[in-house]
């Protein structure tokens, strides 16, 4: 359009004056350049909205959940606004429908238990502080003409201010802030209105029922088509953070041993793996946004009401605990001094069986929290990691009287030595140094406490198993399996052989 | 009341009928019982009412910012009421005041940033919702009597999802999240509205203007009235952490080497000192939501309109990487198993020295931040730190070859050899075994990780001085006090000197 206006435009110059200066060129490289960069604008702008496109189509096929919940907020305001399309409807609850699409689009979350805090706290809200309002104004009204608005004035001031304070109370913060501030924002519009519209009582009356009608369909659509329980992500994400925990440290591990054998063998899978555990770092926001939503929900699914969501914050913060050990033996992984290869080979497996072992109870708790029943492994799992400590422990023990007793040991011992790290290391030469072994020392010594800090995660899950009542294993064959390799470990005298198999 | 009602069917039953048996010990009972019930469910209320209000007015004493904020709202909403109280004002914008209350109780934040964001998210929001409104009301209505509330219908189904869905983008819910939801709300409202109401372009007229009159009631209060910037925020809450971490530094490797010596004297102040890096540890999520707001803020004080808040959260993720380190240390003091206290005693100046140093570089940092001018003293004290960390491993290097050399020490040298930690250990008893060195090693070896960990945030510090054009200091004293250590290391053959000064 503007390239032949502007065509057109030079055309007519040219024609009504026959001596003009052709103008072509300069305008023809103006509008060039406009052009050019209108195209580049256009092709940006385009090129933005395609990029979002392509991220948002990637949201929706990683996680089609949210796609569910837009339709069904499309579904709850298409519903809520028969309500002014139909006549019969619109005549019952009056122009106040309005209401009824607001509480919709405000209170209508993706989790149930959001949902249902939501509608609860603007009924409460709303129904306080109409209450309230209307005692104000009885009160306004009978103090005279003159102190009406006055006593209005203040009441209203005093009593946003203090609400206002209080939103800031962790508590009120937690599970009454959005109904404080429905109450603000119903008494302001009582207090305000009333003045004007003498109805006060029928307002009121209207707006509740028309609040009731849009929070009863948010209600209804968010229980009936696919609920997202906020219970159940909770439950989930602490089941996740404790699987990669586990995975997090086999790998963490795994690779530091590898580390001077191949040290670019690290794939992409395995990194990502390796940095799992940082999802378990940053998650306590969530964490208690969900157990806050969670404790609204009615009993669903495994999950009565009253179930103990606040437990599952104590285990979350155990388990950032223990992640912060993971950070800083990932630290030890990266870091550029490495102990050399021929002393790690010798913690190589003892650590490798310590890290797998740990990693083991890892996701004997995952797979306890997420069937919901008592592990009857766990506690043998416990078992092996703390003598996987011991042994460790006696392996550090053992490491410098050797490093003292023998001074000179031939190279080939250095060589020989290989893999069996149950005798006390004899091959370390003499000459190696203290701070050749602190690296290792220290990863051995995080692995230790990284155990400790386990512990003190099954100590909650088993609280939580109390608290919850979960079930007992009642598979037969478990506990046999459970037996036979105790057996095992006191005639082969190699706690190797014990490994259990692994139910997850 | 109920009281006496009872007594009074009491006393019926006995006048109406001579003979019927005496119900007062019963109801006697029971009306104690219900007496005491009562009491003690009125003092159980009045004493939860009583520490709620106790709680308020701890955290009013605490942080009287969220006081003035819940006073700046309730003068806000007080202001706003008066285009209802006064005629004039009244018949200029209708009816529709309500929206400006609405307005001001929803956008009102304590930050200016968030005040900011929001009301600029609801006009945009407002505007962009009504003029899609009106074109889709045009074209349903142009569709023909039978088709209208069909296309409204799905137009209003297609664009509700379609935006709920999108709030789950996280560029989206950053910034925008606020302004979609009030597109939803427009939406709906102006498509159904406008099946009823003619009047759509004048409604919407009027929606702005109250919109626009309650938003600048609140931006002029949040700005003019003790403004809380989140910027503002964000800056101290940086500063504040980089202290914390110094202090808990500092006093964690004290206790360490003070718990053997007197393990009673671990005192209140000193234990919350030591877990004030807990506070960094969670802030991720704080310090993300400040500095979204913090974008949407205009000039203040020493900030810019485009100052670079996105380092903030940079530096922020390098002090947490050092929290997560000390919390390791901090296990490191509250473990069972510790190094025998002559062995402690031989690393104890060492490590202190090196304590102290790192600390004295977070608090440069939290100084230079502060005054947001370049520090002068940062180098020499990163290179002080960087001097202990060098020592620190010498004296680790030389711990083994010590302990193999002399077999025998005179326990006098034992005793002897005190706080002079820079001269090789030459006291170790042979016995000692390795493990008996391992939690101090390890502790050596954190300390040593955590030196190059708090490198990290000095450099996240030096981005944000070029970023943000920190000025250079010009004291005087303080370049003759940078130079005057200098020598003294230069003297002394020191490696570090060799150090390049950075340009913080």
């Not at 053992?398 to 007793?405: E, M, V």
Request: charged share 20%; aromatic share 8%; hydrophobic share 40%.
């Amino acid at each position: 359009m503007g390239k032949e206006a502007s065509r057109k435009l030079e055309w007519r110059i040219n024609v009504s004056d026959g001596v003009s200066e052709r103008l072509e060129p300069e305008t023809g490289a103006i509008l060039r350049a406009w052009t050019w960069f209108k195209r580049l604008m256009l092709g940006g702008f385009i090129l933005k909205i395609c990029k979002f496109l392509e991220k948002a189509w990637n949201l929706a096929v990683d996680e089609p959940k949210k796609v569910i919940h837009g339709l069904k907020v499309g579904l709850a305001i298409s519903l809520v606004s028969l309500f002014y399309y139909m006549r019969p409807l619109y005549d019952g609850v009056g122009g106040n429908a309005m209401w009824a699409v607001m509480t919709v689009v405000v209170v209508f979350e993706s989790s149930v238990g959001a949902t249902l805090g939501k509608c609860i706290n603007r009924a409460i809200g709303t129904f306080l502080a109409g209450s309230l309002g209307v005692g104000v104004h009885w009160i306004a009204f009978h103090s005279g003409k003159n102190l009406e608005p006055i006593v209005l004035g203040i009441s209203l001031f005093l009593l946003a201010s203090a609400a206002t304070f209080s939103r800031f109370m962790p508590t009120i913060k937690a599970r009454f802030d959005y109904g404080i501030m429905i109450f603000i924002l119903t008494f302001s519009l009582v207090s305000v209105s009333g003045y004007r519209v003498d109805r006060l009582l029928e307002l009121a009356q209207q707006r509740l029922s028309t609040i009731a009608i849009g929070a009863s369909i948010c209600i209804i659509i968010s229980m009936l088509f696919c609920p997202m329980w906020a219970g159940d992500e909770l439950h989930l994400l602490i089941c996740q953070n404790l699987e990669k925990l586990a995975h997090s440290l086999d790998e963490c591990v795994v690779e530091y041993f590898r580390h001077n054998k191949t040290s670019t063998a690290k794939d992409e899978a395995c990194s990502k793996k390796m940095k799992g555990y940082r999802c378990a770092l940053n998650s306590k926001a969530t964490e208690e946004l969900k157990a806050n939503f969670a404790r609204w929900e009615p009993a669903h699914g495994r999950f009565s009401f009253r179930h103990p969501w606040k437990q599952y914050l104590k285990i979350g913060a155990s388990i950032r605990n223990c992640a912060y050990c993971i950070e800083t033996l990932h630290g030890c992984v990266d870091s550029e001094t490495q102990a050399p290869p021929h002393l790690k080979r010798h913690l190589n497996n003892i650590c490798m069986r310590l890290s797998s072992s740990s990693s083991n109870v890892l996701q004997e708790l995952a797979f306890a929290l997420k069937t919901m029943k008592q592990s009857s492994k766990i506690n043998l799992s416990v078992g092996e990691m703390n003598f996987a400590v011991q042994e460790l422990k006696h392996a550090l023990i053992s490491l410098p009287n050797h490093n003292i007793s023998i001074k000179n040991p031939s190279p080939s011992t250095v060589e020989a030595s290989g893999n069996c790290n149950t005798e006390p290391i004899t091959s370390i030469r003499a000459s190696s140094s203290f701070m050749e072994i602190l690296p290792l020392a220290t990863l051995a010594s995080l692995l230790i406490e990284n155990a400790a800090k386990i512990e003190v995660i099954v100590n909650g899950v088993n609280e939580l198993a109390v608290l919850a009542e979960f079930k007992p294993t009642t598979d037969n064959k478990k506990s046999k399996s459970n037996q036979s390799p105790k057996k095992l470990t006191s005639e082969n005298q190699d706690p190797e052989t014990v490994k259990i198999p692994q139910k997850v």
